[in-house]
T-cell receptor, first 112, second 116 residues
């Protein structure tokens, strides 16, 4: 039973446009959320995170939005660049645990 | 720079063989994790460890065991490899935290294991 779901396996956008990646979770105990980016033949690398006490966190071109009532978060990339093409994983954890749960990933392709 | 290394990038084994996957981190992290990554399923947690000689089952521990004799090293063991264990295996590490800001996990490059 996947507690973190990314329902879109792939997304294609034009360079310069906005990319929106979505993530839903079922466990209401989750209070910390992260996005990881993975290139082929490499391990995932941390991108951005958000605590449940916030509804938005921004870091340069990347913004994560959290809607706790809907148990939904999204990652916005503006403007999208070809180098952003990768698989993006959503992850969630609780403050009491040091482990986390991942979604299935969304493959983003940014076309020049 | 945090570095997590895995002993092999690619591994081919036969059904029934005992397989060892090694992971080493150089940042003095307390926590270490083993995941497998499969298409459509994402990263699934197999086992994790908060300290030397400690281990906790993740979501899919069946068919696997782990060993953590030293803080920097975490081994995943397939006692008798089966074809359904063909997958990408990822190791990760992080600092231990209790009730404070969560610490991100740092991943190794992965081991692509094929069981024939």
């Amino acid at each position: 039973d996947q507690q973190v779901k990314q329902n879109s396996p792939s997304l294609s956008v034009q360079e310069g446009r906005i990319s929106i990646l979505n993530c839903d979770y079922t466990n209401s105990m989750f209070d910390y959320f992260l996005w990881y980016k993975k290139y082929p033949a490499e391990g995932p690398t941390f991108l951005i995170s958000i605590s449940s006490i916030k509804d938005k966190n921004e870091d340069g071109r990347f913004t994560v939005f959290l809607n706790k009532s809907a148990k939904h978060l999204s990652l916005h990339i503006v403007p999208s660049q070809p180098g952003d093409s990768a698989v993006y994983f959503c992850a969630a954890s609780t403050v009491d645990n040091n482990d986390m749960r991942f979604g299935a990933g969304t493959r983003l392709t940014v076309k020049p | 720079d945090v570095k997590v290394t895995q002993s092999s990038r690619y591994l081919v084994k036969r059904t029934g063989e005992k397989v060892f996957l090694e992971c080493v981190q150089d940042m003095d992290h307390e926590n270490m994790f083993w995941y497998r990554q499969d298409p459509g399923l994402g990263l699934r947690l197999i086992y994790f460890s908060y300290d030397v000689k400690m281990k906790e089952k993740g979501d899919i521990p069946e068919g696997y065991s782990v060993s953590r004799e030293k803080k920097e090293r975490f081994s995943l063991i397939l006692e008798s490899a089966s074809t359904n264990q063909t997958s990408m295996y990822l190791c990760a590490s992080s600092f231990w935290t209790s009730g404070g800001p969560y610490n991100e996990q740092f991943f190794g490059p992965g081991t692509r294991l094929t069981v024939l």
